[in-house]
């Protein structure tokens, strides 16, 4: 088994499930977003379109991502969490809340939690907050993570659906970060991923998280999209590991689909069963200190 410099001919792939009127809608919109730079117009569009598939009111900021009000927390989450109320969440969770205020599909436990709280300095109570809400990601260095600019916080995520974090009073989100939830896709950030006039310099880690959720997306029968695939991409099998582990969280199929996409792209060799060789050749991260992929399946 390979995991060398890989060149993929893929610019993006598209999934097997139709997408519906609103999704095609909302990826128009945003492409016409990213090919304008923001432009007022496509500002005004982008804000209309989410204001016309959300349930109440939706407020604008200075610098254009938006801010759903009044959200109160949701009880799906936990029966017993108590998140003190100056946090908020960020990545799965995040979205998970979104995609629920927006009525885009139904509700997903997240598969972990991650956590912000707006604020210039740290202070003892984010580590115990950490420790107590995050316990296994707090083991892997995980902490909560400080806002000091929400405009600057959403600007530096690793892809657009990520650009988004939800406190008890409200859900801040870029505009290009509700419309590819509304439009299931999947692609870099500007940050990460450059722009139309510089080719992506995506790392290994973002490609293989990207991917991920492209499966998820496949598995549970959302039409999606990925898009931004770079040329090349360098990942290692630790990543690939985390990502795999990561994918049986949400199931068997889910970690199948999340192999044969990469097969599919020339990320990895192909096989009679890939999974099966991935995690044969992966074996050796499964012991020890490291125990990077505790919810596989023993061979």
């Known amino acids: 088994m390979k995991l060398p410099t890989l060149s993929i001919l893929h610019r993006s792939l598209t999934g097997r499930h139709s997408p519906s009127e609103r999704q095609l809608a909302a ?35 200075p610098d254009d991502h938006v801010i759903i009000p009044h959200f109160t927390g949701d009880k799906r989450l936990s029966d017993d969490l108590k998140l003190p ?32 709280r707006r604020g210039s300095f740290y202070r003892p109570l984010d580590e115990l907050v950490a420790k107590e809400f995050m316990p296994h990601d707090y083991r892997h260095g995980a902490r909560v993570e400080l806002i000091r600019s929400m405009s600057r916080y959403l600007s530096s995520r690793d892809i657009t659906i990520n650009e988004v974090c939800a406190f008890h009073a409200e859900i801040n989100v870029s505009l290009l970060g509700a419309l590819d939830a509304a439009g299931n896709v999947i692609r870099p950030s500007r940050y990460r991923g ?17 991917v991920r959720l492209f499966a998820e997306a496949e598995h549970f029968g959302d039409s999606s999209i990925l898009v931004g695939i770079p040329d090349t991409v360098i990942f290692s099998e630790i990543d690939l590991a985390i990502n795999l582990d990561k994918a049986f969280q949400r ?17 990895l060799d192909a096989s009679d069963d890939p999974l099966a060789r991935v995690l044969e050749h992966l074996e050796h991260l499964r012991h020890g200190e490291l125990n990077l992929l505790p919810h596989a399946p023993p061979l």
């Open 27 to 61: 990826r128009e919109i945003a492409t016409r977003l990213i090919g304008l730079s923001h432009s007022k117009i496509n500002i005004e569009e982008a804000v209309a379109f989410i204001k016309s598939i959300h349930r109440g009111s939706i407020l604008t900021s």
């Open 85 to 116: 109320e100056s946090y908020g969440f960020k990545g799965g969770t995040a979205r998970e809340l979104l995609c629920d205020k927006l009525a885009l599909r139904d509700f997903r436990a997240p598969r972990d939690l991650d956590l912000v």
């Open 194 to 210: 450059g722009s139309i006039h510089r080719q992506p310099g995506l790392d290994g880690k973002i490609f293989l998280k990207m």
């Open 251 to 267: 199931g068997h199929g889910v970690a199948r689909l999340f192999i044969s996409t990469l097969v599919h792209l020339g990320a």
